[in-house]
Nanobody
Framework: QVQLVESGGGLVQAGGSLRLSCLAS????????MGWYRQTPGNQRAMVAT???????DYANSVRGRFTISRDNYKNTVYLQMNDLEPEDTGIYYC???????????WGNGMQVTVSS
């Protein structure tokens, strides 16, 4: 069973930075697609950034150029560096692991990120 433990969320002023981390307790981490998703009240969970096992990345248009996703396969950890934060970045951030090879999709419990204006 895959467990994902997120950390690094909190309250920050607009223009500030946060670094989110997600530690995965699984041996399939290095071959998995990792992602960060955001959910706001009344909306579905939406992709913020993803990173493939080989390191290629994708971003939502709203965060491209401000956020950077990265991974450390030795530490089984994926990161989301968030710079120049805006109030619109507020939401619950979830870490996601997806393995096509093993048919696994797993989510973290989510954590709040609040950007004040």
């Amino acid at each position: 069973q895959v467990q994902l433990v997120e950390s690094g969320g909190g309250l920050v002023q607009a223009g500030g930075s946060l670094r989110l981390s997600c530690l995965a307790s699984t041996s399939i981490f290095s071959s998995s697609i990792m992602g960060w998703y955001r959910q706001t009240p009344g909306n579905q969970r939406a992709m913020v950034a993803t990173i493939m096992s080989a390191g290629s990345t994708d971003y939502a248009n709203s965060v491209r150029g401000r956020f950077t996703i990265s991974r450390d396969n030795y530490k089984n950890t994926v990161y989301l560096q968030m710079n120049d934060l805006e109030p619109e970045d507020t939401g619950i951030y979830y870490c996601k692991l997806q393995s096509m090879a093993y048919g696994v999709v797993s989510w973290g419990n989510g954590m709040q990120v609040t950007v004040s204006s």
